[in-house]
């Protein structure tokens, strides 16, 4: 007598099988790695000590690399997506300028804040006479004719104090930031590095050679450099009697 085949055995033994092999089957490592990157980029950003009105953010020209600073133009953090190597955002070299760009950018954002403050700052009460009564035309005349000489030595001085640079290396090495102030001159990163280091490595190899740039370029004060006294006294008769 010939068997007929179950059908219903023969299908459970087939679905078994499946799970059996899916059980074996190569877990997606890289979506669960974009998952938990994700998440460890925005704890990145809430790691910034002021967020809110006083940090100010840059990007670069491709939308990767965020870089923020604070009021007083220093970095305050670097975030680098887990995925900025995947699907042609950045090449690993190109790392360095990207930095670059987000940093400066940053810096635009908060010298823009700050003008947009100046302008809103108090209105300078209105002067009565250009030149007050006690004050003689043949001062004023002197003065003039001391301003571009003064003036010239003072602009000189002014830019000695300013022409400043601060240059600094991660911890490791691999990425130097070259400062000016109010910009940033140059950042180089090793692209061997970049391209096989996390993420995580570089934001903080980065973050410590921007903090280390500014620390070495100090805090240039244009106050520091006294006007010379034909200025000085310009300006006191440009400022005039007062309502």
Same mark, same amino acid.
């Given at each position: 007598?010939?068997?007929?085949?179950?059908?219903?055995?023969?299908?459970?033994?087939? @679905?078994?099988?499946?799970?059996?092999?899916?059980?074996?089957?190569? !877990?997606?490592?890289? $979506?669960?790695?974009?998952?938990?990157?994700?998440?460890?980029?925005?704890?990145?950003?809430?790691?910034?000590?002021?967020?809110?009105?006083?940090?100010? $953010?840059?990007?670069?020209?491709?939308?990767?690399?965020?870089?923020?600073?604070?009021?007083?133009?220093?970095?305050?953090?670097?975030?680098?997506?887990?995925?900025? #190597?995947?699907?042609?955002?950045?090449?690993?070299?190109?790392?360095?300028?990207?930095?670059?760009?987000?940093?400066?950018?940053?810096?635009?954002?908060?010298?823009?804040?700050?003008?947009?403050?100046?302008? @809103?700052?108090?209105?300078?009460?209105?002067?009565?006479?250009?030149?007050?009564?006690?004050?003689?035309?043949?001062?004023?005349?002197?003065?003039?004719?001391?301003?571009?000489?003064?003036?010239?030595?003072?602009?000189? #001085?002014?830019?000695?104090?300013?022409?400043?640079?601060?240059?600094?290396?991660?911890?490791?090495?691999?990425?130097?930031?070259?400062?000016?102030?109010?910009?940033?001159?140059?950042?180089?990163?090793? !692209?061997?590095?970049?391209?096989?280091?996390?993420?995580?490595?570089?934001?903080? $190899?980065?973050?410590?050679?921007?903090?280390?740039?500014?620390?070495?370029?100090?805090?240039?004060?244009?106050?520091?450099?006294?006007?010379? !006294?034909?200025?000085?006294?310009?300006?006191?008769?440009?400022?005039?009697?007062?309502?």
């Amino acid at each position: 007598m010939t068997s007929t085949p179950d059908r219903r055995s023969s299908g459970r033994a087939q @679905a078994t099988d499946e799970g059996w092999r899916r059980g074996f089957a190569e !877990p997606d490592f890289e $979506e669960d790695e974009g998952r938990r990157g994700g998440a460890r980029a925005a704890a990145a950003r809430s790691d910034v000590d002021d967020v809110g009105p006083g940090v100010f $953010e840059g990007v670069d020209d491709h939308g990767v690399i965020t870089v923020t600073v604070d009021r007083s133009g220093r970095v305050a953090d670097v975030v680098v997506p887990p995925t900025w #190597r995947g699907g042609g955002a950045l090449e690993p070299r190109e790392l360095g300028h990207a930095l670059c760009t987000a940093a400066n950018n940053a810096l635009l954002s908060q010298l823009a804040d700050t003008l947009r403050r100046l302008d @809103a700052g108090p209105v300078a009460p209105k002067r009565t006479s250009l030149v007050p009564p006690e004050v003689s035309m043949s001062e004023v005349a002197d003065l003039f004719n001391r301003f571009e000489r003064d003036f010239e030595t003072y602009r000189t #001085r002014l830019e000695e104090a300013l022409n400043v640079t601060g240059v600094g290396t991660g911890p490791n090495g691999r990425v130097t930031v070259t400062m000016e102030p109010g910009r940033v001159v140059e950042v180089t990163a090793d !692209p061997r590095w970049a391209s096989h280091s996390r993420h995580t490595e570089i934001r903080a $190899e980065a973050l410590r050679a921007f903090r280390s740039a500014v620390a070495k370029l100090g805090n240039p004060d244009p106050n520091a450099v006294p006007l010379p !006294p034909s200025l000085a006294r310009l300006r006191e008769l440009a400022r005039g009697p007062v309502n």
